[in-house]
């Protein structure tokens, strides 16, 4: 996965889903926080598709509990899998320097990092989503913010923000959760964002406003 285009993943706790995902999505984004044995479905993964790996912790909305070097020992023995290409970081772990051994095994495995950012309670203003976004970029090879939008307005700004970085040569990924931020998982990458998320099965949805897999392949590819 090099995210130089738009890389559609089924975002699945579920490595079982990925025959289902396979006619759709480009990857599939694995939820190891979500599932029960993330190391031991790997070790067993014959799918196609490559992985992107992601063990969020519940300080960033995710459900891994236990200490960040321990998430951190489970997404370094995630990148020896031939099949995990990408691995997802949060930010906020990475300026505070708690990444930087899972960066080197990523690397030395030519394995891809995604910087991610996420705001749960809404959107921030332009020049705050810019500056994380462009902090993010600095990390990893693609820089990703998700934020939570409670009106159309809100979601102008990321779309905005989105549009500017892509011109400025960065690979970014962007997204708004929420009802009112959906329409922004189709219209995103038509403003540069490179990877989108979608479950198989819409009642599998790993954040608030996701279309399932099957419908955003169809509306970005018609926005295209
Ligand atoms: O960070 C992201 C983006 C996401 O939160 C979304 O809004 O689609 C879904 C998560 O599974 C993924 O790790």
């Known amino acids: 996965m090099d995210f ?6 089924a975002s699945t706790a579920d490595l079982a889903d990925e025959p289902a995902a396979r006619e759709h999505a480009d990857g599939l984004e694995f939820r190891m926080d979500l599932a029960d044995e993330p190391l031991e479905a790997l070790a067993g993964y014959d ?27 489970e997404l370094a023995a995630a990148t020896e899998v031939e099949a995990v290409r990408a691995i997802d970081v949060e930010l906020e772990s990475l300026r505070a320097g708690d990444a930087d051994v899972v ?19 809404g959107t921030p203003d332009e020049i705050e989503m810019l500056e994380t976004l462009s902090d993010a970029c600095s990390y990893a090879d693609v820089g990703k913010l998700a934020v939570t939008a409670h009106s159309r307005e809100e979601t102008l700004g990321l779309l905005a923000v989105t549009h500017r970085l892509t011109a400025d040569g960065k690979t970014v990924a962007t997204m708004a959760m929420g009802k009112a931020g959906s329409h922004t998982r189709a219209v995103a990458p038509v403003y540069g964002s490179k990877i989108g998320y979608a479950p198989v099965d819409p009642a599998d949805a790993t954040a608030p406003g996701q279309y399932d897999l099957e419908t955003l392949s169809r509306l970005v590819a018609q926005l295209e």
Do not use: K, M, Q, Y
């Not at 130089?4 to 993943?9: G, P, Q, R």
């Not at 960066?103 to 309670?121: C, G, N, Q, W």
């Open 103 to 121: 960066l080197e095994t990523a690397r030395d495995h030519d394995v891809a990092v995604v910087a991610s950012a996420h705001d749960f309670e």
């Open 4 to 9: 130089d285009a738009f890389t559609l993943l």
């Open 47 to 73: 799918g196609e598709l490559p992985i992107l790996a992601t063990n969020r912790p519940t300080w960033e909305g995710g459900e891994f509990e236990g200490d960040d070097a321990d998430r951190f020992d």
